[in-house]
């Protein structure tokens, strides 16, 4: 699509259809997070989110392990992340997968490599689904303005200050005034907008994307005795201090598959997959399993091929799983993501960077903003936080350059590549979010630009809301 010919849109004006203290783009972990925590503080907040519900890679791609990293002795951020659990919980939004597991063996196994405590398991899981109506509860309750089915194509700018967006949806092109913003799209969209520096590899050098898929008519009982006498292990996948650690890596019966030329081999798409829940009715909710690389995220043409080419490699799958793996005989396709998984595109140029020495090493920050487990997850390395060590989240990876009141959260932070493969994480999303959206708040009530916002006072406001920062 080289050699574009260009026209000339006529100028026009752009009526105003609401007006906010704190605007949050972006409803993902980081955006709601972040929106729900800035209304706590008292401001009028809304948040923008372009599908028909909020939750991100969560509800969008049934994602619902959000904590699956957690082992006996982790040490989390608390915050909104612990209350997306217990909120589940208590609305019976949690599916207990590890809590089924009757086999003695079986439980010994999980308890010795810390993912169960006297039976119990360390972390939950979220129906994807009923987080949909979970999430809608906590931010009415917050207080929180929410317009759904709608995009932001501009930011307005007044010389370095972002004023507000401009959006499109069914209603037309209109205009959102905010006296701060926050950028929660994962690809750094407003901060594109406002003109701030941001960095994006080349596309054959960002991580993967993913279409996420889940299964029904599965024999469970067969599937589990398969998993458990085949254990996926973390060095399967990457460099990891944990040789034999249990994972749900399951790779063999796509192997097989592409050993018998039942599936067509691609240099740029990886069938492996890494399922995470399943139910009583026999289906296995998520299988992160479609793998296609050399995608641009913010390439509308490259994110149509993936998510078409990434279909079909879903039955692809599907088939290989009916032939080779006990349980799945009778198996069929249940669902399909609402979006693709995607991982990496924009970062922010912040006005701290943190790199990979600080997340492998427990950096700490006088502005930290709460603490992310050391929790690594790409580019081969997988490491998980099994002896309680803890990196601080810096407020600066979240402040770009040359833009006044606009902060970022979410995956486009700023940082090198293996400090990505850690603030990528929903749990340091959830992080960045709370923390940007009590700085704005707090910003905003101080009548100071947000990079300019007294952290001490930051901190004292998180700590209020639970989460842990030092």
């Not at 949690?94 to 999980?110: H, P, R, S, Y």
């Not at 290989?320 to 799945?328: D, H, I, M, Q, V």
Request: glycine letters at 10%.
């Amino acid at each position: 699509m080289n050699n574009i010919e260009l026209i000339t849109e006529p100028s026009r004006k752009i009526p105003v259809f609401a007006e906010t203290g704190v605007l949050v783009v972006g409803g993902g972990p980081a955006g709601i997070s972040a929106a729900i925590a800035a209304a706590r503080e008292g401001v009028d907040t809304m948040l923008i989110e372009r599908y028909g519900f909020c939750g991100g890679v969560i509800t969008q791609s049934m994602i619902g392990t959000t904590a699956w990293y957690r082992y006996a002795d982790t040490v989390d951020a608390e915050g909104i992340a612990k209350e997306f659990e217990e909120r589940a919980e208590k609305m019976d939004a949690v599916i207990d997968v590890l809590g089924k597991v009757k086999n003695k063996d079986m439980v010994k196994t999980l308890e010795a490599d810390g993912l169960m405590i006297n039976g119990k398991p360390t972390f939950k899981i979220l129906d994807t689904e009923m987080f949909k109506c979970l999430i809608d509860q906590m931010l009415e309750e917050a207080g929180v303005k929410v317009l759904l089915h709608c995009m932001v194509v501009d930011a307005i700018m007044e010389d370095n200050i972002i004023t507000g967006v401009i959006t499109e949806s069914k209603s037309g092109r209109q205009a959102i005034l905010a006296k701060r913003v926050i950028d929660a799209t994962g690809d750094a969209d407003m901060a594109h907008f406002a003109g701030a520096p941001f960095r994006k590899k080349p596309k054959h050098e960002l991580m993967e994307t993913t279409v996420n898929f889940g299964c029904k008519g599965v024999n469970i009982g067969k599937f589990l005795m398969y998993v458990y006498l085949n254990p996926g292990k973390l060095s399967d996948w990457g460099e990891t201090a944990d040789k034999d650690g249990f994972s749900t890596y399951l790779v063999e019966p796509f192997r097989k598959a592409q050993e018998a030329g039942e599936i067509r081999m691609m240099d740029n798409i990886k069938i492996e997959s890494y399922w995470s829940s399943y139910t009583d009715e026999g289906e296995i909710i998520s299988m992160d399993g479609i793998h296609l690389y050399n995608i641009d995220p913010t390439d509308v043409w490259d994110l149509t091929t993936a998510e078409i080419e990434g279909r079909k490699r879903v039955l692809d799958a599907i088939n290989a799983l009916k032939r080779y793996t006990p349980g799945f005989k009778k198996a069929k396709l249940r669902t399909i993501g609402t979006s693709l998984g995607t991982r990496e595109s924009r970062k922010i140029i912040g006005t701290y960077n943190i790199n990979e020495h600080e997340v492998r090493n427990q950096a700490r920050f006088k502005d930290s903003i709460g603490i992310c487990p050391e929790f690594i997850d790409g580019y081969g390395v997988a490491i998980l936080p099994k002896k309680g060590r803890y990196f601080h989240v810096p407020f600066g990876i979240c402040v770009p350059q040359n833009v006044e009141n606009l902060l970022v959260a979410g995956r486009c932070v700023a940082g090198d590549k293996i400090s990505h493969a850690a603030t990528r994480q929903m749990c340091c999303c959830i992080v960045t979010g709370q923390g940007v959206g009590i700085a704005s708040a707090i910003s905003l009530k101080e009548n100071v630009p947000s990079r300019m916002v007294n952290i001490l006072e930051v901190q004292n406001h998180l700590i209020k809301q639970g989460v842990k920062v030092h």
